[in-house]
């Protein structure tokens, strides 16, 4: 007889980590598509092996530290939902396993001290900057440091972008077609300030009135995922105050901000503001979403041919069930061929912090991907997410190429500026 997760222990969260665990049918479906799996062959590396494992910790049958060291390999990309035929809500799971249980985590020093400085650098956009500006400045010390410190600074662009903060408004050039808020980021606007000003004028371009409210904050999906409840619903409870009501959309240009804004509801299951988060969630449109929705005015074309790589970023593409609309508007730019790339499913090891906490496992992922950009004969690679052009420009660069990679809105932007 199959045992029951005790859900009187579990609180708010139990209905969906219970619904997940009990939809999975462990046909395997999930395996080809789970990028730990495909590096390391181990099926509890896997979401049909991870599932068990939390379903026996949940039950009491499984010690948490045993179960831990496989769950933390899991990059969170939820291409198994995607793949998964019984549609189990694999997110549903395992970002509530992480937020219910890191409080009861014994995790050694040197990841305590890693995980802290970055959850209270990176959400901060002048203390990543500062991080960032001193991360470059050490960057010839790199082989003496720690791996996880020296994968940092890989990470890190050739020089910092330096660009005026977003306007607090912008009006709708000509006819205004509709009135959105933009959520301006914090690790992106200090690595690559540049999408968000590029959101800002194809949006305009276009006839959108775009609100940037002052008061918002990192969207929370980093403390989220690495099971930081308080800080998580700090940052969720924060931007239901901060945008208004009053507006078609909220727009993101972030893949995992999108996803993670998607998500409040879900860390704010059983709190008072779970109604308000569940309206929020619903008014949360990646750029490329609203902007097919809208429909672009006079797509310019290209100043010469181009051949493109599009990168589907998992927190679009698995977690926002978003593939089509960034293709079908790069699609209107004359002169552009689109190429698509091999295992476009597989994550590019990206993942928020995983690329710090699991280098080697990312770094194989990164490769990868490199390699099937390269075989593409791509002379530029756009993608919908900070952390994933982050990622392939660092491995890119590793592999002696120089192919640009840029946001889908700033591919747009230079075709509208004839750059």
């Given at each position: 007889?199959?045992?029951?997760?005790?859900?009187?222990?579990?609180?708010?969260?139990?209905?969906?980590?219970?619904?997940?665990?009990?939809?999975?049918?462990?046909?395997?479906?999930?395996?080809?598509?789970?990028?730990?799996?495909?590096?390391?062959?181990?099926?509890?590396?896997?979401?049909?092996?991870?599932?068990?494992?939390?379903?026996?910790?949940?039950?009491?049958?499984?010690?948490?530290?045993?179960?831990?060291?496989?769950?933390?390999?899991?990059?969170?990309?939820?291409?198994?939902?995607?793949?998964?035929?019984?549609?189990?809500?694999?997110?549903?799971?395992?970002?509530?396993?992480?937020?219910?249980?890191?409080?009861?985590?014994?995790?050694?020093?040197?990841?305590?001290?890693?995980?802290?400085?970055?959850?209270?650098?990176?959400?901060y956009p002048e203390?990543?900057?500062?991080?960032?500006?001193?991360?470059?400045?050490?960057?010839?010390?790199?082989?003496?440091?720690?791996?996880?410190?020296?994968?940092?600074?890989?990470?890190?662009?050739?020089?910092?972008?330096?660009?005026?903060?977003?306007?607090?408004?912008?009006?709708?050039?000509?006819?205004?077609?509709?009135?959105?808020?933009?959520?301006?980021?914090?690790?992106?606007?200090?690595?690559?300030?540049?999408?968000?000003?590029?959101?800002?004028?194809?949006?305009?371009?276009?006839?959108?009135?775009?609100?940037?409210?002052?008061?918002q904050s990192c969207?929370?999906?980093?403390?989220?995922?690495?099971?930081?409840?308080?800080?998580?619903?700090?940052?969720?409870?924060?931007?239901?105050?901060?945008?208004?009501?009053?507006?078609?959309?909220?727009?993101?240009?972030?893949?995992?901000?999108?996803?993670?804004?998607?998500?409040?509801?879900?860390?704010?299951?059983?709190?008072?503001?779970?109604?308000?988060?569940?309206?929020?969630?619903?008014?949360?449109?990646?750029?490329?979403?609203?902007?097919?929705?809208?429909?672009?005015?006079?797509?310019?074309?290209?100043?010469?041919?181009?051949?493109?790589?599009?990168?589907?970023?998992?927190?679009?593409?698995?977690?926002?069930?978003?593939?089509?609309?960034?293709?079908?508007?790069?699609?209107?730019?004359?002169?552009?061929?689109?190429?698509?790339?091999?295992?476009?499913?597989?994550?590019?090891?990206?993942?928020?912090?995983?690329?710090?906490?699991?280098?080697?496992?990312?770094?194989?992922?990164?490769?990868?991907?490199?390699?099937?950009?390269?075989?593409?004969?791509?002379q530029l690679v756009?993608?919908?997410?900070?952390?994933?052009?982050?990622?392939?420009?660092?491995?890119?660069?590793?592999?002696?190429?120089?192919?640009?990679?840029?946001?889908?809105?700033?591919?747009?932007?230079?075709?509208?500026?004839?750059?």
């Amino acid at each position: 007889m199959q045992h029951k997760i005790p859900t009187h222990e579990l609180g708010p969260l139990a209905e969906p980590m219970a619904a997940a665990v009990e939809a999975c049918v462990h046909c395997g479906f999930c395996l080809p598509t789970c990028p730990s799996y495909v590096v390391t062959g181990e099926e509890m590396h896997s979401p049909r092996g991870r599932i068990l494992l939390m379903k026996e910790t949940l039950e009491g049958t499984l010690p948490l530290a045993e179960a831990t060291p496989y769950l933390d390999t899991c990059l969170g990309c939820l291409a198994c939902v995607t793949a998964c035929p019984s549609g189990v809500k694999y997110g549903e799971l395992i970002t509530p396993f992480r937020l219910e249980t890191e409080t009861q985590r014994a995790r050694p020093v040197g990841e305590r001290a890693l995980r802290r400085l970055v959850l209270e650098t990176l959400p901060y956009p002048e203390r990543f900057r500062a991080a960032a500006t001193a991360g470059r400045a050490a960057r010839p010390l790199q082989r003496l440091l720690p791996e996880r410190l020296a994968r940092m600074l890989e990470l890190l662009p050739e020089r910092l972008e330096a660009a005026p903060p977003l306007p607090a408004f912008a009006p709708a050039q000509g006819r205004r077609r509709a009135r959105v808020a933009l959520l301006a980021g914090c690790a992106q606007g200090v690595l690559s300030p540049e999408i968000g000003w590029a959101a800002l004028r194809v949006l305009t371009r276009n006839g959108v009135e775009v609100l940037v409210p002052e008061g918002q904050s990192c969207c929370g999906a980093l403390a989220a995922h690495t099971g930081v409840k308080a800080q998580a619903q700090r940052f969720a409870r924060n931007n239901l105050r901060a945008f208004p009501d009053d507006v078609d959309a909220i727009i993101t240009t972030a893949a995992g901000c999108g996803s993670g804004m998607h998500e409040y509801p879900l860390w704010l299951r059983g709190e008072p503001e779970e109604g308000a988060a569940r309206a929020f969630a619903e008014r949360v449109e990646d750029v490329s979403v609203f902007l097919h929705r809208l429909g672009l005015q006079s797509p310019p074309p290209l100043p010469e041919p181009l051949r493109a790589a599009y990168h589907d970023a998992c927190h679009l593409a698995h977690a926002q069930r978003v593939t089509a609309p960034p293709r079908a508007l790069l699609a209107q730019l004359g002169g552009l061929t689109l190429l698509e790339l091999p295992e476009s499913e597989l994550c590019c090891g990206s993942a928020g912090t995983y690329n710090l906490e699991h280098p080697e496992i990312a770094r194989q992922l990164g490769a990868r991907k490199a390699e099937h950009i390269l075989d593409a004969g791509a002379q530029l690679v756009v993608s919908g997410n900070i952390g994933c052009i982050t990622q392939l420009q660092s491995h890119l660069r590793a592999q002696g190429a120089a192919v640009p990679v840029l946001h889908t809105v700033q591919l747009l932007d230079l075709a509208y500026r004839g750059a």
